[in-house]
């Protein structure tokens, strides 16, 4: 899924990706995209050969009449010199050689195919005046998405295991008008978030606890019997084994873990409004001290992915997502900006004013504080949140009660 924006308005855009089954026709389209193939690597060559930047219209003079000419449709040969354009850029982009096609795919602009969702087909317009009829094999919630949406565009391909389209849906987001601000600050132990309306009290805080010791505790076994048996431990049935399991174990409980939490936030920033604000994990990669917090043994992919779980759920409810740069703001006083100093456990203590407080909630706000005072629109800039009591615990805390894992079944953990 990717999220533009153009204007004013968000336009959401995701491809379904189907098996599509020819009903007759079949010779015609496996033709229509070696043609297809072959054209885009003609427009290539010859866009190689010529240097600087073409524009639309120098394009479409250059290469229009000659596509016709091979029997594509008006629409065919827009998008294959466009396609052909975007290859050779990016080709040059990465310093690399002149691209050669092997893979039969073609993307065809919305004028050369209509779709049936009703039942599931597809009629795609090919050269010459051909046309063939595709049967799409997707399941029905799959496809019900994406009902009210509008399609422009989709891409078929063929490899060794048959046909494939991917039709590439969009729909204007009607961002949700923001109410408050989540600020969400992902740590070893826990998921600690925060949210403030725009004036800057605090309405809730919660905690989630991440299963992130026993995820540990496959990778430290994993990385044990790599060291006992070293380059031959691969062939080893049993060893080799029981290292797939504990790693299918790290794989599906940092999955289910991050849908979880992904939706759990996301519905609870939907009941508020919220925008959601999230630590830039690219930033803190630059800050350099993510060993802190991070543990240097996972690295930075279990996170990543819980972020992306976030984001990805915060935009199917139309809720905007911004990434802050944590620097410092695990170490730093809420309330008047000096450095923290340990007090307790996990509670930091500022010896200047005096605050007091959970060194997780203390981030929350801290990126919360970041957050406004770069969108100082959303508010009053520079007002201190409410800090919570020293004894003040997020709730979801206190005792054993866990609200992430509270719904996950046991059985989906081991
Ligand atoms: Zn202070």
Avoid at 221 to 249: L, N
Avoid at 268 to 280: G, P, Q, T, V
Avoid at 292 to 316: D, M, P, S, T, V
Avoid at 362 to 382: D, E, Q, W
Wanted: charged letters at 30%.
């Amino acid at each position: 899924m990717s999220y533009s924006v153009r204007g004013e308005e968000p336009i959401v855009i995701e491809a379904l990706r189907m098996r599509a089954l020819p009903e007759g026709g079949y010779d015609h389209l496996l033709k229509f995209l070696r043609l297809y193939r072959d054209a885009v690597q003609l427009v290539i060559d010859r866009i190689w050969s010529l240097n600087g930047r073409l524009s639309k219209r120098k394009l479409h003079r250059l290469f229009y009449n000659n596509l016709v000419s091979m029997g594509f449709r008006a629409h065919h040969a827009k998008e294959i010199y466009v396609y052909a354009e975007s290859v050779v850029k990016s080709a040059r982009g990465n310093g690399g050689r002149k691209p050669i096609l092997r893979r039969l795919s073609a993307r065809v602009d919305k004028y050369d195919y209509r779709l049936y969702l009703d039942n599931m087909v597809l009629t795609l317009k090919l050269h010459n005046g051909y046309e063939t009829k595709l049967r799409l094999v997707a399941s029905s919630e799959r496809v019900e998405k994406f009902r009210g949406w509008s399609n422009y565009e989709m891409v078929v391909k063929c490899d060794g295991g048959g046909f494939w389209v991917s039709i590439y849906f969009k729909r204007v987001a009607k961002a949700v008008k923001p109410r408050t601000v989540m600020s969400i600050d992902l740590n070893f132990d826990n998921v600690t978030l925060a949210i403030f309306t725009l004036n800057g009290r605090l309405a809730k805080l919660k905690r989630f606890r991440t299963p992130l010791r026993k995820v540990l505790t496959h990778r430290i076994w994993v990385e044990r019997v790599q060291k006992r048996y070293p380059r031959s431990w691969r062939f080893i049935k049993g060893v080799e084994k029981a290292v797939d399991r504990h790693g299918e174990r790290i794989k599906n409980i940092s999955w289910v873990y991050a849908h979880k939490v992904g939706d759990l936030v996301a519905e609870l920033a939907s009941k508020h409004s919220s925008i959601i604000a999230l630590e830039d994990l690219d930033k803190l990669r630059e800050n350099n001290k993510k060993g802190k917090r991070f543990n240097k043994r996972l690295g930075l992919w279990i996170y990543r992915k819980i972020q992306f779980c976030i984001e990805y759920e915060a935009r199917e409810r139309n809720l905007e997502v911004v990434k802050i740069n944590p620097r410092s703001t695990s170490s730093k006083c809420p309330r008047c900006g000096k450095k923290l100093a340990e007090y307790r456990h996990r509670v930091l203590r500022c010896r200047k004013c005096g605050f007091v407080g959970d060194r997780d909630v203390i981030a929350a706000i801290n990126l919360y504080k970041k957050y406004m005072s770069k969108h100082p629109r959303c508010g009053v800039s520079g007002v201190a949140p409410n800090a919570p009591k020293p004894d003040e615990n997020p709730s979801g805390v206190q005792g054993k009660r866990d609200d992430a894992m509270k719904n996950i079944k046991p059985h989906e953990l081991i």
